[in-house]
């Protein structure tokens, strides 16, 4: 497939690359933020081309990040930009691709600790890992091109979860992130057409970054006190020790002023919620591949050709990997009233159904 | 009957009742049948996230007496529950993921489950009577009585009970009546407890004693039913004591006694566990506890309490039955930890204590469980030889023989051969 578009070209031969180094990889990342200019409203405050997460086995994150531009010069700004967002993502790695590059901002990248690369950099860099034009960045080019058409679908049926993925995820912790997915499930869950590919992707779309934000919580857990599950979910979905109080307080005194107000402090999904994070500390190696295994189940709704191409999830991730992978689509199908037809390719072992494409 | 009380009763009969044949069972039990097997084997396949070789999960369910066809529709029930999704490759099945819960019990849905599944009359009344049956054995006459079932019904409750030896009954040698018993929970002729009964021919005496399940290691300082406080006085019900900061008190337990020596040595530790973690919740003078089962899960992960100033003499019953010792924090002058010691008893002790809690009364240990689970072990599905060890035999089964030859087929199946072949 001809690419015209040069920093797109590079954006996917970038996203093939940490796709095959283990990465889940999300293209063109707008950071906002809301503020109170006149009325409260969204704001870009920068936008980017590639994130890229890495889940490791005890739940600690690496994240990497890219920016990948078709010219010669502006070398510095780029640099000093992915220095920013390397800094505000905590990341471990920051690529700046470049048509070309000067010696003297591929020095400063150096001491900044950015990889800097050209385009014959970067094709050497994916022969030593083994990324080839065909399947790796065809494929990539593929799934982009399908995902693009089904954008204007995905926002005119469902506006708030598309623009939700889009603007607000990167920028909010992750306890804030289930609860905002989970009621986002809940509210399109009667409008869901399980035979509409624009709907069947956005849902998994929603899915994918439900697992970083799980993934997240469950590194926390970790962290605090891993022999604690339960009483550790709660208080990360409270927003930490300090907060739970203070919201504990607040709920103390409500209840006192309204008695049987129905009003609950955590989500009613807590315990289970409490159980998937269990399973993955149950299953921690396994876990850690639940991000990209996700993302394939997202990638061959798109692709029907993309297991044949690559290989199938349980090929490639493995049998523990998919189960765990699909616990949270039962948590989220348990939690929200989505037909369980939206997940029925993915929950099966059998894709294409019956052999066939889409 | 809470649904977390008729399965646990369910699971407690299985084994009596995978074992018979006959139109009976196949008529009146079916239901009870396979739930009961599929919360055997939630305790077998809990934990494991995927099976990619079901044969092993039916070896495993065979040694513990579960016949293939209950299996499958054993595995039937559990994927309605969604506790397991079941894959098939041409109608055989390949792969079996599962989701039983893991931070909760699996009882709870279970028991739901039964209760949906529109159960016969004889199998609502068969757990009801064995679930009376756990507090104290009674004259067949006041079982039918109280049940209000015909007596036809309850000669065919006491025959598959007998059959399935969790149900029997003895002539009382004081009146010659009938009393029924369960062997799985209580002794022949409990002298002390058909006394009471005699003594309040007029009160629900069984649904007193029941009503202390409630809230197992009730301070008995709180009990004023005379039933109850008679029961008490006559050593009906086991009350065991802690003596620290506030005095001597003592515990009120329902009176299950387990069978064997060895069964009724776990209970009275399991019973001392309750107790002491009851004293610092109700009686401690510095910080009282504020959840008896966080505590316990607590001691289960870490095998420690503590320290606290109070453990010295609070834990010291455990210390005297071989729980754990007490030892002094080196940080400090006047606080204690409490270690457990790690036996396989101790560790079986403390979690019936922890199913105090959450079930409310513990249930029967299956013989085989830790070897069956053995065989999901990465590496052990090689070595199997005979998973049959010593154990506590609840009652005499007929299991299979298995000869070299099966022993070898078995082998070829675990490390990975095609059946068939």
């Known amino acids: 497939m001809a690419i015209n578009d040069n920093d797109l070209r590079l954006k996917l031969k970038v996203s093939a690359l940490l796709r095959k180094m283990g990465y889940a990889v999300f293209q063109e990342v707008d950071l906002c933020t809301f503020s109170y200019q006149n009325k409260y409203s969204r704001k870009q405050v920068t936008d980017f081309d590639v994130l890229a997460v890495l889940l490791e086995p005890d739940f600690a994150f690496s994240i990497a990040v890219a920016e990948c531009k078709n010219v010669e010069e502006r070398a510095m700004e780029f640099l000093l930009k992915l220095n920013g967002l390397k800094s505000f993502f905590g990341a471990q790695k920051a690529y700046l691709v470049q048509r070309r590059l000067d010696v003297n901002a591929r020095e400063v990248a150096r001491e900044l600790g950015i990889w800097c690369f050209d385009e014959e950099n970067l094709d ?13 960045v065809e ?43 989970m ?79 129905g009003l609950t402090l955590s989500p009613e999904y807590l315990p289970k919620l409490a159980e998937v994070a269990a399973r993955l500390i149950n299953g921690a190696i396994a876990a850690s591949k639940i991000i990209p295994c996700l993302d394939h189940f997202t990638r061959r709704i798109l692709v029907p050709s993309y297991d044949t191409a690559l290989g199938s999830p349980l090929v490639i991730y493995g049998d523990r990997t998919v189960k765990l992978a699909r616990d949270i689509l039962y948590f989220i199908l348990s939690n929200a009233k989505l037909p369980e037809a ?15 494409d889409k | ?105 699996q009882y709870s849905q279970i028991g739901e489950k039964w209760q949906g599944s529109s159960p016969t009359e004889i199998e609502r009344a068969t757990l009801e009577i064995i679930d009376d049956l756990m507090v104290a054995p009674q004259r067949e006459r006041e079982i039918v009585k109280k049940h209000g079932i015909d ?54 005496v069984s649904g007193k004693i029941r009503s202390i399940r409630a809230y197992q290691g009730m301070p008995v300082d709180v009990i004023n039913d005379p039933v109850l406080m008679e029961a008490i006085r006559m050593g009906c019900i086991p009350t065991p004591s802690v003596n620290s ?23 009275e530790k399991a019973r001392a566990i309750i107790s002491c973690v009851r004293y610092g919740q109700h009686f401690a003078r510095i910080t009282r506890i504020a959840t008896p089962l966080l505590i316990l899960k607590a001691l289960e992960r870490r095998k420690r ?101 099966s022993i070898q087929q078995i082998n070829y199946l675990l490390i990975g051969g095609s059946s068939g072949y």
């Open chain 1, 139 to 181: 494929l990539e080019c593929a799934v982009y091109m399908e995902k693009t058409k089904l954008i204007k679908e995905q926002k005119k049926d469902f506006p708030k979860p598309t623009k939700y993925l889009k603007y607000d995820f990167w920028t909010l912790p992750e306890h804030r992130n289930i609860i905002n997915l």
């Open chain 2, 1 to 105: 009957m809470e649904n977390k009380i008729i399965a646990a009763r369910l699971q407690d009969i299985n084994e009596g009742m995978v074992r018979q044949i006959g139109g009976i069972t196949e008529v009146y039990y079916n239901k009870s049948k396979r739930l009961g097997a599929a919360v055997r084997i939630c305790n077998i396949i809990k934990g494991q996230d995927v099976i990619t070789k079901p044969e092993i999960l039916l070896i495993a369910a065979g040694e513990m007496g579960i016949s293939a066809d209950t299996v499958d529709k054993a595995l039937g029930e559990l994927e309605e529950i969604g506790y397991i999704t079941v894959h098939r490759t041409g109608g055989e099945i390949s792969k079996i993921e599962e989701r039983i819960p893991l931070l909760e019990d």
């Open chain 1, 183 to 261: 009621h986002q499930f809940q509210q399109i869950s009667d409008k869901v057409d399980a035979t509409k590919v624009s709907h069947a992707v956005l849902v998994h779309q929603m899915a994918v970054n439900l697992s970083v934000a799980l993934a997240q919580l469950t590194g926390q857990i970790v962290r605090n006190n891993i022999n604690n599950i339960e009483d550790g979910c709660k208080t990360r979905m409270l927003g930490g020790s300090r907060e739970r109080r203070d919201r504990e307080a607040l709920f103390d005194t409500l209840a006192k002023v309204l008695p049987d107000n």
């Open chain 1, 124 to 136: 050497t860099l994916m022969s030593g890992i083994g990324v080839q034009e065909k399947p790796h």
């Open chain 2, 305 to 405: 309490i503590g320290s606290h100033s109070e453990i010295l003499r609070q834990y010291a019953l455990l210390h005297k039955l071989g729980v754990g010792i007490i030892s002094r924090d080196p940080t400090s002058t006047d606080r204690y930890t409490f270690n457990l010691l790690d036996t396989p008893e101790n560790m079986r002790a403390l979690e019936l204590a922890i199913q105090y809690l959450t079930i409310k009364e513990p249930t029967k240990e299956e013989p085989k469980i830790k070897e069956v689970r053995q065989l999901f072990l990465p590496g052990m599905a090689g070595i199997y030889g005979s998973v049959s060890k010593t154990r506590i035999d609840l009652q005499s089964v007929k299991t299979t023989t298995l000869s070299d030859d």
């Open chain 2, 151 to 204: 007596n036809k019904a309850f000669a065919l409750i006491s025959d598959v009970g007998k059959s399935g030896s969790f149900y029997k009954n003895y002539k009382s040698p004081v009146d010659g009546s009938s009393i029924g018993y369960s062997p799985l929970y209580h002794d022949e002729n409990p002298e002390k407890i058909m006394a009471l009964f005699d003594k309040y021919p007029e009160e629900d």
């Open chain 2, 245 to 267: 900061s506030r005095g001597t008190k003592h515990f009120a337990f329902t009176p299950l006694k387990g069978v064997g020596k060895l069964e009724k040595n776990l209970l």
């Open chain 1, 342 to 356: 939206i997940f029925a390719d993915s929950l099966s072992d059998n894709f294409p159904p019956d052999g066939k």
